[in-house]
């Protein structure tokens, strides 16, 4: 019987969520709206507002999974990577939270638990297995051989596949973050109507700097023709930006999977919610006999969730840390 109680706050969302014998029981988030006013996530207006939200966080899902402080048996926390004031909160809390109640720690590398999250829910995918995480600041193909025995295979050498959109989104006028409104208006677009250059980087490594220049100077170049480009042409615009993005990625995915002779992809991290990417990954499925793991609307962003199932695993192995741990804004993986 465990109980583990698993706390993120590694960037903009406070969440907390808790595992009860591997099943999670509640995964309460607070979103922070404010940083909407400001085109990006203002770190110090981050972290007063996880101070604000954490007790509450807290309250509701132990109310959501029916359990007291008592059932506790461990609490579970993002140690990295992440905005160093958010990080702060979290794991101050969790300390003093553990150091209350008697309760061991377990420290939860951010990255590795977008990739756990797969083994919330059933199907969960087979080791060795390819994941591909696509996040606000990361762009990683990992190669995950057991729960805590991962490698970087390729990795983006600038820009996040996040950034590409939300940079885009910026460049169109439309509000942060602007990768789910890109999705949106990408719906409705005609994914072939612009074609941008698709960078010529090495192995399984990407690059997302130059797409988002080219689109910007593509963008300005049309407006001096017609000051109304963008209004006109949004959905178009966005669905060939998606289009470009979702080909960038799967076109080195398709060759590690050659490269490793694995035929598990998964898919992870906030932009694993894009539908132009989910679908295009199933469409590879049937095309490659690739066998995709593509998770849940809710455990794709930012959650504590896919902490809590990384709390489990490493609670099983009795894999502990002290008082003495400090957050790691830089987390090696
Ligand atoms: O994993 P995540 O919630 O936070 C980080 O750890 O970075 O990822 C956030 C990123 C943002 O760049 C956001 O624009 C992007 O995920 N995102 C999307 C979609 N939903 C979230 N990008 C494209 N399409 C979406 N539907
Ligand atoms: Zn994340």
């Not at 990006?40 to 029916?66: F, M, T």
């Not at 399984?204 to 910007?216: C, Q, V």
């Not at 959905?235 to 050659?258: F, M, P, R, T, Y």
Request: aromatic share 8%; with cysteine; proline share 5%.
């Amino acid at each position: 019987m465990s109980v583990i109680l698993a706390i993120e706050s590694s960037c903009d969302e406070t969440s907390v969520a808790i595992c009860t014998n591997g099943k999670i029981t509640a995964n309460v988030i607070a979103n922070q709206t404010i940083h909407q006013n400001y085109g990006g996530v203002i770190p110090e207006l981050a972290s007063r507002v996880h101070q604000q939200n954490i007790v509450p966080v807290i309250q509701q899902a132990l109310i959501d999974a029916k359990v007291s402080k008592k059932d506790i048996n461990a609490i579970a926390f993002t140690r990295g990577p992440g905005l160093l004031g958010s990080l702060l909160v979290g794991v101050s809390f969790a300390k003093s939270f553990a150091l209350a109640l008697d309760l061991p720690l377990i420290a939860v590398n951010h990255m590795h638990a977008h990739i756990l999250a797969h083994f919330i829910d059933d199907p969960k995918p087979s080791f060795p297995f390819l994941c591909l995480t696509v996040s606000g600041g990361h762009t990683q193909i990992v190669l995950v051989k057991d729960f805590f025995d991962m490698e970087i295979v390729g990795e983006s050498l600038d820009d996040a596949a996040g950034e590409a959109f939300d940079k885009t989104a910026k460049i169109l006028n439309l509000p942060y973050p602007g990768g789910p409104l890109i999705d949106k208006h990408a719906a409705l677009g005609n994914p072939l109507a612009y074609k941008f250059p698709e960078p010529q980087i090495k192995d399984l490594n990407y690059s997302f700097s130059g797409l988002k220049t080219a689109i910007l100077y593509f963008i300005r170049a049309r407006e001096k023709e017609n000051p109304d480009f963008i209004k006109e042409n949004l959905n178009d615009i966005c669905a060939s930006v998606q289009h470009s993005i979702v080909q960038i990625l799967l076109n080195k995915v398709k060759k590690a999977a050659k490269q490793y002779h694995i035929k598990e992809i998964a898919i992870a991290g906030g932009v694993s919610a894009n539908t132009g990417l989910r679908k295009a990954l199933e469409e590879k499925s049937v095309e490659l006999g690739w066998k995709v793991f593509i998770p849940a609307f809710e455990y794709c962003t930012d959650n504590a969730a896919m902490i809590a199932i990384a709390g489990h695993y490493k609670f099983i192995n009795k894999e502990f840390v002290g008082q003495d741990i400090a957050p790691a804004s830089r987390m090696e993986f």
